[in-house]
């Protein structure tokens, strides 16, 4: 599996983005995080792809959308209200199954992420 995510830029505050990201395969749970250079990353909305509820962080919440198109094998991540704290690098990751779990806070952990994309720039001023 490969993931490529695209729809990045730059946006003023209280403004939106949507972010891509195509899969060449397939995955149980795949999701997005987050990560400023030097910082943590945090892990921001995740599900399972055979379908249930998506978890978001809190950060997030409210204001941050996944979903996805099976058909264009994509996922995606409408951000809305956007705030400047919420400039980063944004990444597509799947879970590997050794998480044992699904969610927002297991995509903040390298260890249990089995693919990630090349990431997408966002930045709001």
Do not use: H
């Not at 695209?6 to 999701?31: E, I």
């Not at 945090?42 to 919440?61: H, I, P, Q, R, W």
Request: aromatic share 8%; glycine share 12%.
């Amino acid at each position: 599996v490969q993931l490529v995510e695209s729809g990045g830029g730059s946006v003023q505050a209280g403004g939106s983005l949507r972010l891509s990201c195509a899969a060449s395969g397939s995955a149980d749970c795949v999701g997005w995080f987050r990560q400023v250079r030097g910082n943590e990353r945090e892990g921001l909305a995740a599900f399972y792809t055979a379908g249930g509820g998506t978890d978001y962080a809190d950060s997030v919440k409210g204001r941050f959308t996944l979903s996805k198109d099976d058909a264009k094998k994509a996922i995606y991540l409408q951000m809305n209200s956007l705030k400047r704290e919420d400039t980063a690098m944004y990444y597509c990751a799947t879970v590997s199954a050794l998480a044992l779990r699904c969610d927002a806070a297991v995509l903040a952990n390298p260890k249990y992420l089995e693919l990630r994309g090349q990431g997408t720039q966002v930045t709001v001023s």
